[in-house]
């Protein structure tokens, strides 16, 4: 029997139930095994995920982020993404898997029964009885680690040493990403409480955007910042980068369903509707109080809009995605012009937009939810007290982690380049190389 199981615990439960009910439930109830069927459908739409979701961060990410520096800092930025893309990926195989996926110790972290993807074959895994071999869900979940780190960049864009973050990117996977991913999608206490994010608000968003505040804060303003402009080099290259990043973003969320059926169209929809809701609700946001719409704006809106309804996107239908997306496109673009008001660098509004856009996608989602599971505002009241937990819990964990993370690091390595090597950026300072000639 080949059967769909959602990446909530929630939802999973429920597959879980419908599978035995289908089932030889005599067979099963005596302790004999049932192995569940690899579909091949659900399995290549989940490689397909993946290689989507490798898109979002290279080279997606990697152009969107990199025109929106300066151009003596455009390699350097790109070079993050790049180097983050690889080494996580090594990490997530040798054991932040394991650590994230791995069988359960006190809802609190994986053990090391996988380490080294020892045990993890081409079967499907019991543990999510899901229908893809196990080694696929592995991959698919390597993206999205990658990608997290990665996000974080964008807050200490132009003054990070690169020996700091390789380090931190390391550090910040294994101590900040994989017990969250644990808690919320492995089994742990999260999901044992019945918290709701689909495919990354809390885990992904959440955890990326209050952890690059955190770095913004404590590796201080660029040189010259508030003072000298400091303009993206490039918009068309960001306006490329995000081009990319909404169409990983489809695998990112419809991937999620883990397997080719109606949660991933619905995740699917949920997802578009919201990226061109955002980028609308950004623009006239940003033409009532500047004047004129930009370019720049439209695209960031995208940004919040698929940030925001990456929780629920298979949890809710059209409209509530569209709902969402307004939401998201206009309190994303106050957030940001408030960093200016509050003082603090995050260079390329990986606060604004990540940050508060998880935020309110999480929320939203206990009050918006519908499908397999149930909001607010769908005769479930006690989803969004869960929602909130979820949302509180997340950030102080990847605040507290984040700063004792670099803390250490600083006390250690150093986090910032010399004044000399910033005047001169980070292309020649960091890698002796120019992006243009």
Known sequence: MNVFVPRSILGALTGVVLWMSLSHQSAAWAGEEVLLKIDTGDTAWLLISSALVLCMTLPGLALFYGGLVRSKNALGTIMHTMVILCLISLLWV?????LAFGPDIGGLIGGLEWIGLQGVGLEPSPTYASTVPHQVFVVFQLMFAAITVALI?????????????????ALWSLLVYAPLAHWVWGGGWLARLGALDFAGG?????????????????????KGFGVEPMPPHNLPMTV??????????????????LGANGVAAAAFIATHTAASAGALSWMVAEWIHRGKPTVLGVASGVIAGLATVTPGAGFIGPISALIIGLVAGALCYAAVV????????????????HGVGGVTGVLATGLFASIGSQGLFFGNPGQFGIQVVLALVTLAFSVLGTYLIL???????????????????????????????
Not at 94 to 98: H, L, P, Q, R, T
Not at 338 to 353: A, E, F, N, P, T
């Open 153 to 169: 960049t964008g807050s200490f864009a132009e003054r990070m040493k690169f020996k700091a973050l390789l380090l931190f990117a």
């Open 338 to 353: 408030w960093k200016m008001r509050l003082g603090y660098d995050d260079s390329l509004d990986v606060v604004g937009i």
């Open 202 to 222: 809390a885990v992904v968003h959440i955890s990326s955007g209050f952890g690059a505040l955190v770095c913004a804060v404590m590796l201080g303003k660029r």
């Open 407 to 437: 803390k250490i690091l600083d006390m250690t390595v150093g986090l910032r380049v010399s004044d000399q090597e910033e005047e001169i950026g980070l292309d020649l300072s960091q890698h002796d190389e120019r992006a243009y000639s």
């Open 94 to 98: 040798i054991c932040g898997y394991s």
């Open 240 to 257: 490329l980068g995000a081009g990319l990043l909404w169409f990983g973003w489809f695998g990112f969320n419809a991937g999620s369903a």
